[in-house]
């Protein structure tokens, strides 16, 4: 309904007349005023007296949370800022992957593409995380390994070039391959570096570095029994961990002999000099 009230000045003075007219209605027990158009009723009528008390209750209750909500969100992102940083590990189940460019095996890809991917099951923060939760992976691109993400009800993680945790520095890199066309079957392995930001379950804990180490293998690969080459079957397993697991990458092998092993070459090959002058 319309009502009248005097603005400003309580209480109103006789014989002047409301400069707005009002509407009411109540939220739970607390009476609320909105402007609606200019009036002309007495401000002595008792519809102004009662309305000018229902503004100032409103008023009081808008003071009561004089936050807006821009403020009110600022507060919850410092909140998240400062939130405890995940810290666990969970396997990845794939389902399918496919490679992509190359002849198609495993080692002349370009690239993979996933099939459906779950979350297993998980240690620490992880162990929240519902197992068979779904993924959403991009394309590893092998040029470009930094370019990979993933996403879930439960977190998603870029992977990036490098991280630097300390004085150690982890890069996002191929840790192993093996096998061929013709021994049959083929491996990779592969470990990537990035960010994991947490959601849903881990909504509380705040984002922290992460790892992911992706292992490969196609077998299968060859001739059939009708003379057919084809290429074998591919099967994925992955581990994510976060803070960052520590990189699987085995320093290869030096070529380049120890002091001690060039002495001893070295002696073995003047002795052979010397039995052959006598013979």
């Known amino acids: 309904m319309r009502r009248a009230i005097r603005m400003p000045g309580f209480p109103p003075r006789s014989g ?30 008792k519809d102004c007296l009662l309305l000018r008390q229902a503004t100032l209750l409103r008023t009081d209750a808008m003071k009561i949370n004089p936050l807006p909500a821009a403020a009110l969100a600022m507060v919850a992102l410092v909140g998240q800022a400062n939130a405890i940083p995940v810290n666990g590990s969970d396997s990845i189940i794939t389902f399918s992957v496919a490679p992509v460019g190359g002849v198609g095996d495993l080692l002349s890809a370009t690239g993979f593409a996933f099939g459906t991917q779950v979350w297993g099951s998980g240690a620490r923060d992880f162990t929240a995380v519902p197992v068979g939760t779904l993924m959403t992976s991009s394309v590893i691109t092998m040029a470009d390994l930094s370019s990979y993400n993933f996403s879930s009800a439960d977190g998603s993680f870029a992977a990036a070039p490098s991280i630097t945790i300390g004085s150690t520095t982890y890069t996002s890199a191929v840790v192993g391959t093996s096998g061929s066309l013709a021994a049959g ?3 990779l392995s592969l470990y990537l570096v990035g960010t994991f930001t947490p959601a849903g379950t881990l909504s509380a804990l705040g984002a922290n570095n992460a790892s992911e180490t992706i292992s490969f293998t196609e077998t299968g690969i060859g001739f059939d029994g009708s003379g057919t080459f084809g290429f074998g079957s591919f099967s994925v397993s992955a581990t994510f961990a976060s803070p960052a697991a520590a990189s699987p990458v085995v320093p290869p092998p030096t070529n380049t002999p120890e002091p001690a092993s060039m002495m001893l070459l070295g002696s073995g090959l003047l002795g052979f000099g010397a039995i052959r002058r006598r013979l």
Do not use: D, F, M, N
């Open 185 to 187: 079957s083929e491996s």
């Open 16 to 45: 002047s007349v409301c400069r707005r007219t009002y509407t009411t209605r109540s939220i739970g027990s607390e009476p609320v005023a909105k402007v609606l158009e200019s009036s002309h009723e007495p401000s002595w009528h």
